[in-house]
C-alpha cells in the first residue's frame, strides 16, 4: 500500500518547455488535489478533482492544466513553464466521507 | 474567505520538553476542521492531527495534542516530551468547503519551525 506516488522526484526545465507531472493514489480515495509549496508560504490550492471524471481551478491556476484520468490518477500539465512556476508541487487525496488530506512526496521544479 | 495566521516563524525547544505552537484561524462556516501537518526536512507532509469544530473535546494523538479553543479562535498544537526527530517545519490548516458537494481543499499558514535542542 504506497498512498500517494508522485513522478518525477525532481526536475529542471527550461522557459517554455512543457511537461506531465503524475499523481497516483492507491486508497480508492474520490478527491485528489494539486498543491504548489513557495519559500515562507503555505501551500496554495492548483486544481482539484472531487470525483472521477470532474475538475475544478483553485487559488492559483493560471499557467497550469489537469487530467484525473480515472479514480487513481490525477496528473498536473505545464504547457509552457515559466521561472514563476519554480516550486515544490504536492498532490493529495481524500475519502469522500473522511477530513484529511493525504500527501504524496513532492516533486521539486526549477524553472531556468 | 478563511484565513489561518502562525505568528511564530521559528521556536526553540529542549528535549523531553514540552512545546506550543499557535494557530489561530478565521472563518464564517459554521463547520470547519483544523489541522496539523509535519514537514520535516526530507519534504513530505505528515498527518499529525484533527480537530471538528463540533468536536466536544481537544483531539489528542500519542505526543501530540491540539489546543482548540472555539471562542477564541486558536488551535494550538502541543508536542509534549519533544524529541529531536520532532524538529521540522510544522504547518496548520483549516479546511475550507468548495462549491455545494463534498469537495474541499486546505487553507494553510506559513508554518513554524520547531528546532529541538540537547
Known amino acids: 500500500n504506497a498512498g500517494v506516488t508522485q513522478t518525477p522526484k525532481f526536475q529542471v526545465l527550461k522557459t517554455g518547455q512543457s511537461m506531465t507531472l503524475q499523481c497516483a493514489q492507491d486508497?480508492?480515495?474520490?478527491?485528489m488535489y494539486w498543491y504548489r509549496q513557495d519559500p515562507g508560504m503555505g501551500l496554495r490550492l492548483i486544481y482539484y478533482?472531487?470525483?472521477?471524471?470532474?475538475?475544478d481551478k483553485g487559488e492559483v491556476p493560471n499557467g497550469y492544466n489537469v487530467s484525473r484520468l480515472n479514480k487513481r490518477e490525477f496528473s498536473l500539465r505545464l504547457e509552457s513553464a515559466a521561472p514563476s512556476q519554480t516550486s515544490v508541487y504536492f498532490c493529495?487525496?481524500?475519502?469522500?466521507?473522511?477530513?484529511?488530506?493525504?500527501f504524496g512526496p513532492g516533486t521539486r521544479l526549477l524553472v531556468l | 474567505a478563511q484565513k489561518i495566521t502562525q505568528t511564530q516563524p521559528g521556536m526553540f525547544v529542549q528535549e523531553k520538553e514540552a512545546v506550543t505552537l499557535d494557530c489561530t484561524y478565521d472563518?464564517?462556516?459554521?463547520?470547519?476542521?483544523l489541522f496539523w501537518y509535519k514537514q520535516p526536512s526530507s519534504g513530505e507532509m505528515i498527518f499529525l492531527i484533527y480537530?471538528?469544530?463540533?468536536?466536544?473535546q481537544n483531539a489528542t494523538e500519542g505526543r501530540y495534542s491540539l489546543n482548540f479553543q472555539k471562542a477564541r479562535k486558536s488551535a494550538n498544537l502541543v508536542i509534549s516530551a519533544s524529541q529531536l526527530g520532532d524538529s521540522a517545519m510544522y504547518f496548520c490548516?483549516?479546511?475550507?468547503?468548495?462549491?455545494?458537494?463534498?469537495?474541499?481543499?486546505?487553507?494553510f499558514g506559513t508554518g513554524t519551525r520547531l528546532q529541538v535542542t540537547l
Open positions: 493529495a487525496s481524500r475519502t469522500g466521507g473522511g477530513e484529511t488530506q493525504y
Open positions: 486508497m480508492n480515495h474520490n478527491s
Open positions: 478533482s472531487a470525483s472521477e471524471g470532474t475538475t
Open positions: 472563518t464564517s462556516d459554521p463547520s470547519y476542521g
Open positions: 480537530q471538528g469544530s463540533y468536536d466536544q
Open positions: 490548516a483549516m479546511r475550507e468547503a468548495l462549491g455545494t458537494g463534498t469537495a474541499s481543499k486546505l487553507t
